[in-house]
């Protein structure tokens, strides 16, 4: 019995540059993916795992191919409902954490529920919860340019998680990290997958991170070249 | 995102990096501080005139002069009947009637043959020597000539009735205590000695009713007496000899209430083409109201430039903050936040930045202009009471505020739609 399909890619590609510099970025990518997968995208630096990821994400569209989130076409929402829809469904991790700088580890987590226009009492009460729940609670009110690389990006997870997505997308989530700190950052994300059936879409050049995934989908010039879990052969 | 949490997003981010921003509200704090100064003068010497020409309650008369017959051709000869003899004197009282030929009785049925003119009245002339009460110390004084057909900005008291039979004097608010009375209140419906000197070299004395004390100004200075009084006293003064044709320094004409301002000026220059000189107070004041409007125009001017290379400031600061939050804008966007809510979030920034600087610069320039307004009116311009050089009124305090806001705006504008145009993928990889 398959879990219901999350994200429906067929034969997606996109292309990048103009005249002669024009390049396929992505070439006719088929995939899907179901509820509570875990999911690396693994593939070099320009194998076009990052564009992957950015057209799954709804950050960029695709110039072939069509692309549903839950059953829907992305082509036919407006920029509105897909703003909504990366809102609600969606969280983000990236390598580079992206916190605001001079702004509390609170104000930090709570961006995404602040954009959504939930009132200050509920973003705060469940960003609270959230951090509590990846012990971080006595640093709500720390500066987040105060806190360790390892803190840092627990901050940036506690951010996806805030708005209860259905999927989180990693760019290289331990990428910035060290080898004990990404360790845990890893266990974190694993156990969200694991324990609440967030699906889970790792972005990756690192093939031990990858590992620990269900299913790997290698990327190279931008075409799949293997697909663990492809839908024939889905666990 | 909700219109509250933009705004205190806003406000967050100005002070996020605070040197910038202050260094931007200090342009704007430099426009908005001299356009409240500049617009206070205005309204200062605006109120004080219109207060001056409202308390006169003359705005239906012509101040009537005889001008100097404009001869080409060498002296002008003798003529019993209508040369008149002229003193050579300023005539006193009120600004602009200047020396003159006198007015004959002639001129003044002329006068009243226009059209429009509904009553001349010559203004009589009294000279007194002294004024005392009850035998205390004597003082000079000057009876103001319009004063009986003028009104006079009171401290106490009432203003002069013309058709009383009794003799009624305004006395100025400096002779209160040197007369020895307690307060201007005590001073009115007693009875002071007016001490004339009549032709014959004789000294008199008339008693007097104080009815009013007013307050000394520009366009009234000296006391008030009304026509019994002044009649009275020219009457004592001529001692009974024939001083020949009655002679006058100026006449007041009253106009028909009911003229136009472009009838007044025809009129006035019908009057003016018969020989006569014809001044309404509005006349005599837009003059200077002319020239301080001018000067208020180039501070305004010099004002609004400063405020203009604020914008560009604006324009810089907010241009390079959307630089510096390039990323932050792309993890926004990323988490689903609309570009309309960009462009507003930066807007916001620029309507904080133009609200900071606007009151400051406001609030500092009420201050200073306050306490500058309270020495000058103690000090230089202790003459004139009732000057408040420095006016401040809420409305255009309220309205420069708007105005630099809305020039924030504007400024914030162009960056704003930078940041709402940003593609969040090119902004996420931007270093």
Same mark, same amino acid.
């Given at each position: 019995?398959h879990?219901?399909?999350?994200?429906?890619?067929?034969g997606?590609g996109?292309?990048?540059?103009?005249?002669?510099?024009?390049f396929?970025?992505?070439?006719d990518?088929?995939?899907?993916?179901?509820k509570?997968?875990c999911?690396?995208?693994?593939?070099?630096?320009g194998s076009?795992?990052?564009?992957?990821?950015?057209?799954?994400?709804l950050?960029?569209?695709?110039?072939t191919g069509?692309?549903?989130?839950?059953?829907?076409d992305?082509r036919?929402l407006?920029?509105?409902?897909?703003?909504?829809?990366r809102?609600?469904t969606f969280g983000?991790?990236?390598?580079?954490?992206?916190?605001?700088?001079g702004?509390?580890?609170l104000?930090?987590?709570?961006?995404?529920?602040?954009?959504?226009?939930v009132?200050?009492?509920r973003?705060?009460e469940?960003?609270?919860?959230?951090?509590?729940?990846l012990?971080l609670?006595?640093?709500a009110?720390?500066?987040a340019?105060d806190?360790?690389?390892?803190?840092?990006q627990?901050v940036?997870?506690a951010?996806?998680?805030v708005?209860?997505?259905t999927v989180?997308?990693?760019d290289?989530?331990?990428?910035?990290?060290?080898t004990?700190?990404?360790?845990?950052?890893?266990?974190?994300l694993?156990a969200?997958?694991?324990?609440?059936?967030?699906?889970?879409i790792?972005?990756?050049?690192?093939?031990?991170?990858?590992?620990?995934?269900?299913?790997?989908?290698?990327?190279?010039?931008?075409?799949?070249?293997s697909?663990?879990g492809?839908?024939?052969v889905?666990? | 995102?909700?219109?509250?949490d933009l705004?205190?997003k806003?406000?967050?981010?100005?002070?996020?990096?605070?040197l910038?921003t202050t260094?931007t509200?200090?342009?704007l704090?430099?426009?908005?501080f001299?356009?409240?100064?500049?617009?206070?003068?205005?309204?200062?010497?605006?109120?004080?005139v219109?207060?001056?020409?409202?308390?006169?309650?003359?705005?239906?008369?012509?101040?009537?002069?005889?001008?100097?017959?404009t001869?080409?051709?060498?002296?002008t000869p003798?003529?019993?009947?209508t040369s008149?003899?002229?003193?050579?004197t300023t005539?006193?009282?009120l600004?602009?009637?200047?020396?003159s030929?006198p007015?004959?009785?002639?001129?003044?049925?002329?006068?009243?043959?226009?059209?429009?003119?509904?009553?001349? @009245?010559?203004?009589?002339v009294?000279a007194?020597?002294?004024?005392e009460?009850?035998?205390?110390?004597?003082?000079?004084?000057t009876?103001n000539?319009?004063?009986?057909v003028?009104?006079?900005s009171?401290?106490a008291?009432?203003?002069?009735?013309?058709?009383?039979?009794?003799?009624?004097?305004i006395l100025p608010?400096?002779?209160?205590?040197?007369?020895?009375?307690?307060d201007a209140?005590?001073?009115?419906?007693?009875?002071v000695?007016l001490?004339?000197t009549?032709?014959?070299?004789k000294?008199?004395?008339?008693?007097?009713e104080?009815?009013g004390v007013?307050?000394?100004?520009?366009l009234?200075s000296g006391a008030?007496?009304?026509?019994?009084?002044v009649?009275?006293?020219?009457?004592?003064q001529?001692?009974?000899?024939?001083?020949?044709?009655?002679?006058y320094?100026?006449a007041?004409?009253?106009?028909?209430?009911?003229l136009?301002?472009a009838q007044?000026?025809?009129?006035?220059?019908?009057?003016t083409?018969?020989?006569?000189?014809?001044?309404?107070?509005q006349d005599?004041?837009?003059?200077?109201?002319?020239?301080? @409007?001018?000067?208020?125009?180039?501070?305004?001017?010099?004002?609004?430039?400063?405020?203009?290379?604020?914008?560009?400031?604006?324009?810089n600061?907010?241009?390079?903050?959307?630089?510096?939050r390039?990323?932050?804008?792309?993890?926004?966007?990323?988490?689903g936040?609309?570009?309309?809510?960009v462009?507003t979030l930066?807007s916001?920034?620029?309507?904080?930045?133009?609200?900071?600087?606007?009151?400051i610069?406001?609030?500092a320039?009420?201050?200073?202009?306050?306490?500058l307004s309270?020495?000058?009116?103690?000090?230089?311009?202790?003459?004139?009471?009732?000057?408040?050089?420095?006016?401040?009124?809420p409305?255009?305090?309220?309205?420069?505020?708007?105005?630099?806001t809305?020039?924030?705006?504007?400024?914030?504008?162009?960056?704003?739609?930078?940041?709402?145009?940003?593609?969040?993928?090119?902004?996420?990889?931007?270093?």
């Open positions: 019995m879990a219901e399909t999350v994200i429906d890619a067929q997606i996109k292309e990048y540059g103009k005249g002669t510099e024009r396929a970025a992505l070439r990518v088929t995939l899907r993916i179901s509570g997968e999911v690396a995208i693994v593939g070099k630096s076009g795992k990052s564009t992957l990821m950015h057209l799954l994400a950050l960029d569209t695709p110039d069509t692309l549903a989130i839950d059953g829907v992305a036919s407006s920029r509105a409902r897909l703003s909504e829809l809102n609600r983000f991790v990236f390598q580079q954490f992206f916190l605001a700088p702004t509390s580890v104000d930090n987590v709570t961006l995404p529920l602040e954009i959504a226009g009132p200050p009492r973003r705060r469940r960003a609270l919860a959230v951090l509590e729940g012990d609670a006595e640093k009110s720390s500066n340019n806190l360790s690389g390892g803190q840092k627990r940036v997870i951010r996806a998680l708005g209860d997505p989180i997308f990693a290289e989530p331990t990428g910035n990290l060290d004990a700190t990404g360790g845990i950052v890893e266990d974190t694993f969200l997958n694991r324990d609440r059936g967030i699906t889970l790792i972005v990756t050049h690192d093939e031990e991170l990858a590992s620990r995934c269900s299913r790997q989908i290698f990327l190279r010039d931008g075409a799949i070249v697909d663990s492809a839908p024939a889905a666990a | 995102m909700r219109p509250q705004l205190a806003a406000a967050h981010n100005t002070f996020r990096s605070k910038r260094l509200v200090l342009a704090f430099v426009g908005a001299t356009l409240t100064l500049t617009t206070a003068v205005g309204a200062g010497v605006t109120d004080y219109t207060t001056q020409v409202a308390s006169l309650g003359a705005d239906d008369v012509f101040i009537v002069t005889r001008t100097a017959a001869t080409t051709d060498g002296p003798y003529d019993p009947d008149s003899a002229s003193d050579g005539a006193p009282g600004p602009g009637t200047g020396s030929d007015l004959t009785e002639a001129d003044l049925d002329e006068l009243a043959d226009f059209d429009g003119i509904v009553s001349v @009245d010559p203004i009589q009294a007194v020597d002294y004024v009460y009850e035998g205390g110390s004597r003082y000079e004084l009876i000539p319009t004063s009986s003028t009104k006079s009171l401290v008291g009432k203003q002069l009735g013309d058709g009383s039979s009794a003799r009624q004097l608010s400096d002779y209160v205590d040197a007369l020895g009375f307690d209140e005590s001073a009115i419906g007693s009875t000695q001490g004339i009549d032709v014959l070299g000294q008199h004395t008339v008693d007097a104080v009815v007013a307050q000394e100004s520009l009234s008030g007496g009304n026509t019994t009084l009649a009275e006293l020219a009457d004592v001529a001692a009974g000899v024939d001083t020949g044709p009655a002679r320094a100026i007041v004409a009253h106009f028909d209430t009911t136009t301002a007044v000026d025809d009129l006035k220059g019908e009057i083409a018969a020989g006569f000189g014809a001044q309404t107070i005599q004041l837009g003059v200077i109201k002319t020239v301080i @409007d001018g000067i208020i125009g180039v501070l305004n001017a010099f004002a609004i430039v400063a405020l203009l290379a604020a914008a560009f400031g604006i324009v600061t907010l241009l390079m903050s959307v630089q510096e390039t990323r932050e804008i792309g993890l926004m966007k990323a988490m936040m609309r570009s309309g809510a462009f930066f916001l920034e620029a309507i904080v930045i133009g609200l900071l600087g606007s009151a610069g406001a609030g320039a009420i201050l200073l202009g306050t306490a309270g020495a000058l009116s103690a000090g230089p311009l202790a003459a004139l009471p009732g000057l408040h050089i420095l006016l401040f009124e409305g255009s305090i309220l309205g420069i505020m708007l105005l630099i809305a020039i924030a705006f504007l400024a914030g504008t162009l960056p704003a739609r930078r940041a709402a145009r940003k593609d969040p993928i090119e902004s996420l990889r931007y270093e």
